[in-house]
């Protein structure tokens, strides 16, 4: 079993986290695996400091697994806030929607591919930066960077069946109006045991590559007043609000919610931590950046700006 699949079953476990945890992370054999922890550890060539940061890494990850679980659209601490009455839907053109029928079609064995592209090449050039804006507003010094090796994958979809702007951005060949699709997607399709998500590209990889495929919702940030903002209701105007600004207090004003915002709060709270670790424990600047790169690299592109919120919530 994997840490994220640990992580995520934990539930409402919080006050054995801590214990949780120190197992964990006393657990190498389940470190093995992880890409992101050993791409971190090879960043590192000093061995004092390999030890001092060792285990603040390892902790760090299982804080961001412990979000990665909260905003996962399967997980039963959201899911009795929507149940079964969002829909799921990906706006595509016309053209690219045949595509993708005719590749299910011939495709015996995975008739139930969806296309996913690289981050990267998203139309939003603050993709994956909103993250660094946090920290700059928290007064930390992060600077990560795009590396070679390190190649996110992602489909947007959307809670909006018939959104103009939606089909405007998203469902339009050559610039026309009606060439566009509202692809509406069955919720038991995500977070499945079957692995046939793949991506096939002889110009980067030799072989197909199975994904699980993880639904999250998005958080939106609020750089003004220092918030991030997130909906997992029936309705798309009853936002959850975590307030950066006030990190250390636990209560919030919906009870229903105060459990996940509190959660999210000490995510937060666990990543300035590390990264005042990180900056007063290792020395030489690149080195800092590889590691930030690579540690971020789980949550930074589930962050965007608030102005995407109403377009896309």
Same mark, same amino acid.
């Given at each position: 079993?994997s840490i994220i699949?640990?992580?995520?079953g934990?539930e409402?476990?919080e006050?054995y986290?801590?214990?949780?945890?120190?197992i964990?992370?006393?657990?190498d054999?389940?470190?093995?695996?992880?890409k992101?922890f050993?791409s971190i550890?090879?960043c590192?060539?000093?061995d004092?400091?390999?030890?001092?940061i060792?285990?603040?890494?390892?902790?760090?990850?299982?804080y961001?697994?412990?979000?990665?679980?909260v905003?996962s659209f399967?997980n039963?601490?959201l899911s009795?806030y929507?149940?079964?009455?969002i829909n799921i839907?990906?706006?595509?053109?016309?053209?690219t929607?045949?595509?993708l029928?005719?590749e299910n079609?011939?495709?015996?064995?995975?008739?139930?591919?969806m296309r996913?592209t690289?981050?990267?090449?998203?139309?939003?050039s603050?993709e994956g930066?909103?993250l660094?804006?946090i920290f700059a507003?928290?007064g930390?010094?992060v600077?990560?960077?795009?590396i070679?090796?390190?190649?996110?994958f992602?489909?947007?979809?959307? %809670?909006?069946?018939?959104?103009?702007?939606?089909? %405007?951005l998203?469902?339009k060949s050559n610039?026309?109006?009606?060439?566009?699709?509202?692809?509406?997607?069955?919720?038991?399709?995500?977070?499945?045991?079957?692995d046939?998500f793949q991506?096939n590209s002889?110009?980067i990889f030799?072989?197909?590559?199975?994904?699980?495929?993880?639904?999250?919702?998005i958080l939106?940030?609020n750089e003004e007043e220092?918030i991030?903002?997130?909906?997992p209701?029936?309705?798309k105007y009853?936002?959850v609000?975590?307030?950066?600004?006030k990190?250390d207090t636990?209560?919030?004003?919906?009870k %229903?919610?105060?459990y996940?915002?509190?959660?999210?709060?000490s995510v937060?709270?666990? =990543?300035?931590e590390?990264?005042?670790y =990180?900056?007063n424990?290792?020395?030489?600047e690149? =080195?800092?950046?590889?590691?930030f790169s690579y540690?971020?690299?789980?949550?930074?592109?589930?962050?965007?700006?608030?102005?995407?919120l109403?377009?896309r919530?």
């Amino acid at each position: 079993m994997s840490i994220i699949n640990i992580v995520s079953g934990m539930e409402k476990g919080e006050n054995y986290i801590d214990n949780i945890f120190k197992i964990l992370i006393n657990k190498d054999n389940i470190w093995k695996n992880n890409k992101i922890f050993a791409s971190i550890m090879k960043c590192i060539n000093n061995d004092s400091q390999f030890n001092i940061i060792k285990n603040n890494i390892k902790t760090n990850l299982l804080y961001q697994y412990r979000l990665l679980s909260v905003l996962s659209f399967n997980n039963p601490l959201l899911s009795e806030y929507y149940s079964n009455k969002i829909n799921i839907n990906h706006y595509l053109t016309l053209n690219t929607l045949m595509i993708l029928l005719n590749e299910n079609q011939n495709d015996k064995v995975n008739s139930n591919n969806m296309r996913i592209t690289n981050i990267i090449t998203a139309n939003d050039s603050k993709e994956g930066k909103m993250l660094e804006d946090i920290f700059a507003k928290k007064g930390k010094k992060v600077k990560m960077k795009n590396i070679d090796n390190l190649i996110s994958f992602q489909t947007s979809f959307s %809670r909006n069946t018939d959104s103009l702007t939606m089909f %405007r951005l998203y469902g339009k060949s050559n610039n026309q109006e009606f060439t566009g699709a509202s692809l509406v997607i069955k919720n038991d399709y995500f977070n499945s045991d079957d692995d046939n998500f793949q991506y096939n590209s002889n110009d980067i990889f030799s072989k197909n590559i199975n994904f699980k495929k993880n639904l999250y919702w998005i958080l939106y940030y609020n750089e003004e007043e220092n918030i991030l903002i997130f909906n997992p209701t029936n309705s798309k105007y009853t936002n959850v609000v975590i307030d950066l600004n006030k990190i250390d207090t636990k209560e919030y004003e919906d009870k %229903r919610y105060e459990y996940i915002v509190n959660i999210i709060k000490s995510v937060f709270n666990n =990543i300035f931590e590390t990264i005042d670790y =990180i900056n007063n424990n290792i020395k030489g600047e690149n =080195i800092k950046s590889d590691i930030f790169s690579y540690l971020f690299e789980n949550i930074r592109y589930l962050i965007k700006h608030e102005a995407f919120l109403k377009s896309r919530n």
